[in-house]
């Protein structure tokens, strides 16, 4: 069963798809696109984070709920742990800004605030480390899970590095109605 998330491999998103049985996640560009996806038949489900524990409601996808014709047929609860990933080499004292969504950069305040480091809104946070990976800006970090690190060649420099231990994020799952 195809499920779309929002985001590339090594996205939160793809580990709540795998989360349902018999899963084949579908990467999506955005939150938007996942609605689109479940929409037009692409993907019989989607995922998209609903609530964290941290920051809240993700008020996008709240929005693109209220307007659809889409169903909650479930949901499901992923313990999130973000991590600092950078290039290869790079050490904390090379860090100049930190790039992710909103919502992660929400979610580790406390650590950030602890360093002079501007924050860089992005997309995804699995779209930040492929676009760390591919632009090699040794000065920038990205917030994301420790999963992507391996996937686009990029280092660890912190783990846990959420404010609350127990950060959970529920996401919804979404499928046509009928």
Request: charged share 20%; net charge negative; aromatic share 4%.
């Amino acid at each position: 069963m195809k499920v779309a998330y929002a985001g590339e491999p090594g996205a939160f998103g793809e580990q709540a798809a795998r989360l349902l049985p018999d899963a084949e996640p579908l990467p999506c560009p955005s939150f938007a696109a996942v609605f689109e996806a479940v929409e037009s038949g692409a993907a019989e489900r989607g995922v998209v984070p609903l609530h964290n524990s941290r920051a809240g409601m993700v008020e996008e996808v709240v929005r693109l709920l209220a307007r659809s014709s889409l169903q909650v047929a479930d949901r499901v609860a992923l313990r999130v742990r973000h991590a600092l990933l950078a290039l290869p080499g790079a050490r904390l004292e090379d860090i100049r800004r930190v790039a992710s969504h909103p919502q992660a950069l929400a979610q580790c305040s406390r650590f950030l605030q602890q360093h002079p480091w501007e924050p860089v809104v992005r997309g995804t946070t699995s779209g930040a480390a492929r676009q760390l990976a591919e632009e090699g800006d040794r000065a920038c970090a990205v917030v994301a899970r420790a999963a992507a690190a391996e996937i686009y060649g990029l280092s660890v420099l912190a783990q846990g590095i959420e404010d609350d231990p127990d950060n959970t994020t529920r996401f919804a799952v979404i499928r046509c109605i009928g």
